[in-house]
């Protein structure tokens, strides 16, 4: 009865969207690495990254078997659990690019702060959900910024200014959805903007090159505006149908760098040219859209404040990493759902699916 409900009831347009996003990743990730690594066998990127959506696909199907409802009772475990993990990076963490982000695991490296955004979705809808319809003054708003704003500053502190950003996207998303005073937002909103020249003074030198470099990237184009260069190159040179698989002049000649994480989107710009993009895009949007139907058709505040956040956080990297490619977004280390490699992004986004997919089977109609 229960594989009945789950065949009948499942959204399966979140699944197909899923499903076909990482075969294109896995292609893609193939392509852009195929020329460093010896043929593809176990150990190379795309096999893993292969491995680690089959068993995240595992536990998926697992997840529809449980109640997402129990969530909420963890959510101070969760809390804990998170801010542990983020203290464990700064303290045991290896370095690498800069950044102090991420924890060997034998042959595994995770990243932390990437768990830590569907965990921290789980927290902040367990503290809102309370709260909802009461966010009318600056006091009800201290308990929620204090709460969401101590695993940023551990983030940031990594530093990971990108990941920060994706934790503040998530949280205004949720606070929206909870009926924030649009007085307050203005409010806010003005007050960010008046400040926003004093940030420029904790950045590192490295996060300020990058947003000069945004602003102009000729001023170091061998060197912070190399990247943004090479992925303008690589998507132009594409055309409409681009050059085919392994067929890429800049990625397989390794002139854009990051290629199977970061600039993925680069890779499939080049290889499979406009329409491989618009796909691409469609099938994101689509993605988006059902998590956004599934909020929307939620049946408890709980279960829409989650998919709530899981939507804002698809958007957000969506926006953020193809906009990097393009060079209208400063370059971050965001990286593009389900297309980019690295084992934390996956399950995160493998974990999110199954999340959504649980409070679409526990709602009363279905909705296209």
């Known amino acids: ?16 969207c899923t499903f076909l996003l990482v075969c294109i990743g896995l292609a893609a990730i193939g392509s852009a690495t195929h020329v460093n690594q010896e043929p593809i066998g176990f150990g190379s990127l795309v096999v893993k990254q292969l491995i680690f959506f089959l068993a995240n696909a595992a536990v998926v199907i697992g997840m529809q078997f449980l109640n997402y409802h129990r969530l909420k009772d963890w959510g101070n475990i969760i809390y804990g659990i998170t801010l542990l993990m983020l203290i464990a990076v700064m303290a045991v963490g290896t370095s690498a690019l800069g950044a102090q982000r991420w924890i060997q695991l034998g042959p595994i490296t995770i990243q932390p702060s990437e768990f830590s ?8 809808a367990k503290m809102l959900e309370p709260r909802i319809g009461k966010l009318d003054t600056f006091k009800s708003l201290i308990l929620p910024v204090l709460y969401v704003g101590v695993p940023i500053g551990l983030v940031f502190l990594q530093p990971d200014l990108g990941t920060s950003l994706v934790y503040i996207a998530i949280f205004v998303g949720m606070l929206f959805i909870s009926g924030i005073k649009t007085r307050l937002i203005k409010i806010i909103a003005g007050t960010g903007l008046l400040l926003m020249p004093l940030g420029w003074f904790v950045l590192k030198e490295y996060q300020k090159q990058r947003i000069l ?55 499939i710009g080049e290889e499979f040219g406009f329409v491989g993009c618009i796909l691409v895009l469609l099938l994101l949007f689509m993605l988006i859209y059902r998590s956004i139907k599934v909020a929307y058709m939620c049946n408890d505040n709980f279960g829409m404040l989650l998919a709530t956040g899981i939507a804002t956080m698809f958007t957000f990297e969506v926006l953020v990493n193809v906009g990097m490619t393009i060079g209208i977004m400063p370059v971050t280390g965001i990286p593009l759902p389900f297309l ?11 974990l999110s699916i199954g999340i959504l997919l649980n409070i679409a089977m526990q709602r009363t109609k279905y909705i296209f």
């Open 117 to 124: 955004k569907l965990l921290m979705i789980i927290c902040m």
């Open 1 to 16: 009865m229960m594989w009945r409900k789950l065949w009948n009831d499942s959204d399966w347009a979140i699944i197909i």
């Open 213 to 267: 470099v945004f602003l102009n990237p000729d001023i170091d184009p061998f060197g912070s505006g190399y990247h943004i260069i090479q992925s303008k190159i690589a998507i132009g040179s594409g055309l409409i149908f681009g050059k085919g698989i392994f067929n890429g002049t800049q990625s397989q000649l390794n002139f854009l760098p990051e290629n199977h994480t970061d600039f993925i989107f680069s890779v």
């Open 340 to 350: 980019s490699y690295g084992v934390s992004a996956l399950t995160t986004n493998m």
